[in-house]
């Protein structure tokens, strides 16, 4: 298993404003995840952090609006980028295990007024 | 439409009660796994299941993985406060091994 944490653990922010919300994990992964989860509801991915190159995103998600960034073996950043209410959301962090187990971080819990 | 739906999509249940959560798809997996969420965590992974039929009990929780790994079960014997929070279901997929949630079950235990 890993531990992995994020930074902020909640925010509240304006509408057009962005937030970036840091990843660490205490041991080196090739891959690393970013998930959105609306309370109560399921996990929606996002896209899938390499280190050493670009991330990969899903349908219904861009570049322009999620950068990430992935300099390390241990950290990732998800930025969202020109925030609206609609932004308000959980996302999580993850890396991969064996046999497509995940583990997950805590979470940062963002509101956008 | 989702890949994975689970049933049902809410749950509140009495300390006592027993309870089965469903997860069906249409599609032929390798391995599925199961997971339990708390508020204010992530997901945390309960089992993985890989045999087409295969049973595994964790305490008081079995779960089964149906015949044809289409779909699977997850059946909670005398619930208790603390088996609060969300189940999801989830399959890897693609050579980047990223998940795959179903819709989620909501699990309210009342003491």
């Known amino acids: 298993s890993a531990v992995i944490s994020q930074k902020p653990s909640r925010d509240i922010c304006q509408r057009g404003t962005s937030l970036t919300i840091q990843c660490q994990v205490d041991?080196?992964?090739?891959?690393m995840f970013w998930y959105r989860q609306q309370p109560g509801q399921s996990l929606t991915l996002i896209a899938t952090?390499?280190?050493?190159?670009?991330?990969?995103?899903e349908s219904g998600f861009v570049i322009d609006k999620f950068p990430i960034s992935r300099p390390n073996l241990t950290f990732s950043t998800l930025t969202v980028s020109n925030m609206s209410p609609e932004d308000s959301s959980i996302y999580l962090c993850?890396?991969?295990?064996?046999?497509?187990?995940?583990?997950f971080g805590p979470g940062t819990r963002l509101t956008v007024t | 439409t989702q890949l994975l739906e689970q049933s049902p999509q809410f749950l509140s249940i009495q300390e006592g009660e027993n309870l089965t959560v469903y997860c069906n798809s249409s599609?032929?997996?390798?391995?599925l796994q199961w997971y339990r969420q708390e508020p204010g965590e992530g997901p945390v992974l309960l089992v993985t299941?890989?045999?087409?039929?295969e049973v595994k009990k964790l305490k008081r929780l079995t779960f089964q993985f149906g015949d044809a790994r289409k779909d699977s079960s997850l059946h909670i014997t005398a619930a208790q406060p603390g088996d609060t929070g969300l189940y999801l279901c989830?399959?890897?997929?693609?050579?980047?091994?990223?998940?795959?949630f179903g819709t989620g079950t909501l699990l309210a235990v009342q003491p």
């Open positions: 993850s890396v991969s295990g064996s046999l497509y187990e995940q583990y």
């Open positions: 041991s080196q992964v090739t891959m």
């Open positions: 952090a390499n280190q050493g190159s670009e991330a990969t995103y």
């Open positions: 599609s032929v997996f390798s391995s």
């Open positions: 299941v890989v045999t087409g039929g």
């Open positions: 989830a399959v890897g997929w693609g050579a980047t091994n990223k998940l795959i």
